[in-house]
């Protein structure tokens, strides 16, 4: 398909590094699984873990829809449309397991990185379905500043976990 010509290299950037990362947040969550469970710490895992690797997933799923031979860019924007959907309501699930979890009290930054900005970045997503069926141009960029706010996202969340782990967690246990 013609209009996707050019956002090649793009994907396969994007793509490659939240496949990449997946694979480095599973070899660091191995690592960190060796320090003990506190409390509630599952549903911690489940609201600032698990979040982690479902955006980075769907920035990689974004890549393969965005480099299939399609004919047309209707079934590419009902992708979109679908994902941004369920991404935004996975992120208000999220926001839901945040104030329940009990391990660890969520500040500003953990609401704006782990609710805000996904909600924001799947909101885009799913609009861009809509965008797409008038400004086609436009409905890839948004789609593209999605993926890539979900990778920064991704990038900042596995960050501060490891950060938090390491220089939290195991100033606890000295």
């Known amino acids: ?32 699984a060796a320090k003990p469970i506190v409390g509630n710490a599952h549903a911690a ?70 609710a805000l900005l996904p909600f924001a970045a799947y909101t885009v997503l799913a609009v861009s379905t809509y965008v797409a069926h008038f400004h086609t141009r436009l409905a890839l960029f948004l789609v593209g500043a999605a993926a890539l706010l979900l990778l920064f996202i991704g990038i900042h969340n596995a960050w501060d976990a490891v950060t938090y782990h390491v220089f939290v967690r195991s100033g606890e246990e000295g």
């Open 1 to 32: 398909m013609t209009v996707l010509n050019g956002w090649e290299n793009f994907y396969v950037i994007v793509g490659s590094s939240a496949g990449a990362l997946i694979g480095l947040q599973f070899v660091v969550i191995t690592l960190i």
């Open 45 to 114: 895992g489940a609201a600032f873990a698990t979040p982690t690797i479902v955006h980075f997933g769907v920035v990689l799923l974004l890549s393969a829809i965005a480099n299939a031979p399609w004919n047309g860019i209707t079934t590419v924007a009902v992708f979109w449309g679908s994902l941004g959907l369920c991404g935004a309501v996975y992120v208000v699930i999220v926001a839901l397991r945040m104030r329940v979890q009990s391990v660890y009290q969520p500040v500003f930054e953990d609401w704006l990185f782990h």
